[in-house]
Structure formats: structure tokens, C-alpha cells
């Protein structure tokens, strides 16, 4: 099993940058699949990022690419660096992981921590 904690979210204004941090501990192998989604108001779930643990390259979705970068270091943490913010990159973001190779989609991951709230104002 894996526990993740999220933090950093916060209100910014459009064109800020912004470091969410998620506290991973468990089992976490270097196969892992750690992830990102968002849930805006009135909107499922959204596939944002994701990377294999001990990879480098991580997988993003369109409407981020460019400008959110995902990392993980040495000390079981999990990062999405955010710049040039947008209204619409206002939402609940989630950390999750699974144990299910090359994993993106929102069921494929079993294990989520409780969120952390992104507000970007125009």
C-alpha cells in the first residue's frame, strides 16, 4: 500500500508559478507509477501528469504540457511544478499512485491522498 499527503495549493494570480509536494510512504518500488489529477468544480476527474518513479521523462496532458513539469526525488516525495497558471488550472489537484505499468487514467489508480486546493485568479 502506498500514502500520499499533498500540500502546497494555494491562491495565486494568472501567470504565477506554484510547487505542489506530495509525501509518498508505503511500498513504493522504482516500477511505481506515481500520478496527478485535478477536479475543477462541476468536472471529473482529469489526468494531469504522470511518471514512473525511477524514470526522468514523465507523460502530460495536453492543456499542461509546457508548463507543469512532474518530478520525484531520492526522499519519497513527488512534485508538479506549475508556471503560467491559468483560471482554468483552478481545481482540487490529487496525488496518486498504482502499481500498474504506464498507468494515466483515474481508475487505474488505487491508492490517493486527500487533495490540495490550486485557486488561480484572473
Known amino acids: 500500500q502506498v500514502q500520499l499527503a499533498e500540500s502546497g495549493g494555494r491562491l495565486v494570480q494568472a501567470g504565477a508559478s506554484l510547487r505542489l509536494s506530495c509525501a509518498a510512504s508505503?511500498?513504493?518500488?522504482?516500477?511505481?507509477?506515481m500520478g496527478w489529477f485535478r477536479r475543477a468544480p462541476g468536472k471529473e476527474n482529469e489526468f494531469v501528469a504522470a511518471k514512473t518513479w525511477s524514470e526522468n521523462s514523465a507523460r502530460y496532458a495536453d492543456s499542461v504540457k509546457g508548463r507543469f513539469t512532474m518530478t520525484t526525488d531520492n526522499d519519497s516525495m513527488v512534485y508538479l511544478q506549475m508556471s503560467s497558471l491559468k483560471p482554468e488550472d483552478t481545481a482540487v489537484y490529487y496525488c496518486a499512485a498504482t502499481y500498474l505499468t504506464g498507468a494515466s487514467r483515474g481508475y487505474e489508480f488505487a491508492y490517493w491522498g486527500q487533495g490540495t486546493q490550486v485557486t488561480v485568479s484572473s
Open positions: 508505503g511500498t513504493i518500488f522504482s516500477s511505481t507509477v
